[in-house]
């Protein structure tokens, strides 16, 4: 069976300080790679998808960057961290090549920024 | 270009009356679509999923929901609520070739 992990789980770092967020998925091949940011109370905004290694799409202009080394390694970056990059990280995957098959998410990472 | 509309920012039901929460989307395309559950600093989790077959879905820890393509509607049901099922509620729809869209959830809150 397909297993994601995704870590940390919880983060606290200092506004200017680099951030590295990691997720793996296990089980499957090609997977399509997704990472979304949940603010507090809200909905999920997509940041970057992927649908190979070196295929990466962002979604929004931001202060973060995506990176996708292996074919199912997902990392997401930041050179400075800002008050505004705090929330709940969430990575996903999805099968590639289908029309029907829904994205499976990790447990989050939660971020502060101080 | 899709979206998703969940009418209810927040539903609130007492514990073993029936659940509704309300999913409408809008594609140019009949659309695959998805429920998730999310607790509280927890991942989504999937409880079920269309994919133009049958229209009455079934999906885990009792819910349900019916695809309803002149109402363009996919609603999600519970017969009976436990307490266990206060979370957060997303309704996602899919065609092939563009992104997830997501609706901006509903907060269900189950009172003793």
């Known amino acids: 069976s397909q297993t994601i992990h995704q870590w940390p789980a919880t983060l606290v770092q200092p506004v200017g300080s680099p951030l590295s967020l990691e997720c793996t998925v296990e089980g499957t091949s090609n997977p399509n790679l997704y990472w979304y940011r949940q603010a507090a109370g809200r909905g999920l905004q997509l940041l970057f998808y992927?649908?190979?290694?070196?295929?990466i799409s962002s979604e929004v202009p931001q202060n973060l960057s995506a990176s996708r080394p292996q074919d199912r390694q997902f990392i997401l970056s930041s050179k400075k961290l800002l008050l505004s990059d705090s929330g709940f990280y969430l990575c996903?995957?999805?099968?590639?090549?289908?029309?029907?098959?829904?994205?499976?998410f990790g447990d989050g990472t939660r971020l502060s920024i101080l | 270009a899709q979206s998703v509309t969940q009418l209810d920012s927040h539903v609130s039901v007492s514990e073993g009356t029936p659940v509704l929460l309300r999913c409408n989307y809008s594609?140019?395309?009949?659309?695959?679509l998805f429920w998730y559950v999310q607790h509280p600093n927890k991942g989504l989790q999937l409880l079920l999923k269309?994919?133009?077959?049958?229209?009455l879905v079934k999906g885990i820890n009792g819910f349900e929901a019916e695809f309803k393509k002149s109402e363009t509607s996919f609603h999600l049901t519970k017969p009976s609520a436990h307490m266990s099922d206060a979370a957060e509620y997303f309704c996602?729809?899919?065609?092939?070739?563009?992104?997830?869209?997501f609706g901006p959830g509903t907060r269900l809150s189950v009172l003793p």
């Open positions: 996602v729809a899919y065609n092939y070739g563009q992104n997830f869209v």
């Open positions: 992927s649908i190979g290694i070196d295929q």
């Open positions: 594609s140019s395309y009949s659309p695959s």
């Open positions: 996903a995957w999805s099968r590639s090549g289908t029309s029907n098959q829904p994205q499976h």
């Open positions: 269309y994919t133009s077959a049958a229209t």
